[in-house]
């Protein structure tokens, strides 16, 4: 089976992409959902993520509060490298047991969307990187949308990040999610139809 990154900034519009690329016919692996399960209660980075930030990050019910968790370590590069070398290891063991399931039932294609595939090096796991970018006013505007979130707090999230550009650089292919959502989808498309050996 062939596996694919879906890569993209906070407020690109990668979930969208990714929705689409499932109603195009190929599977679509959340990394995000992945590494809310393997730090929920009783998953495999749980309890090393609250030894390293205490159990103040914690909720009553013993999860993690991502939130807080996210102010931590958006403000500190050191700390968000920390998290990351916790958890990416359980993420990428679970990924792959996903992504065997998926092979098992018999699809060709499939693609793993992460937000940080170049900045973890991890673009060689994958057949190709797809890239989804927007200008950074719109993923402002989109994020700020979302609620819950300062200005302040959208743009250290957006500033935390590989430029935009740099990462549709580093990328096989590239979607413009600048415009409406009939462009976005030829867009997919187009490289569903690639992905997909037609």
Known sequence: MKVFGLTGNIGSGK???AGMFRRAGIPVLDADR??????????????????EFGREILLPDGTIDRRKLADIVFADPSRRARLEALTHPAILESMKEALDGLS???????????????????KGLFEAVISVRCGEETQLRRLLARGGMSTE?????????MDAERKAGRSDYVIDNSGGLEETQAQVERIARVLLGG
């Open 15 to 17: 979930s969208t992409v």
């Open 34 to 51: 992945i590494a809310r399960e393997v730090t929920a209660p009783g998953g495999r980075a749980h309890e090393a993520v609250v030894r």
């Open 104 to 122: 098992r039932e018999g699809h060709s294609s499939a693609i793993v969307e992460a937000a940080l595939i170049h900045e973890s090096g991890a």
């Open 153 to 161: 707090q959208a743009l250290a999230r957006l500033r935390a990040q």
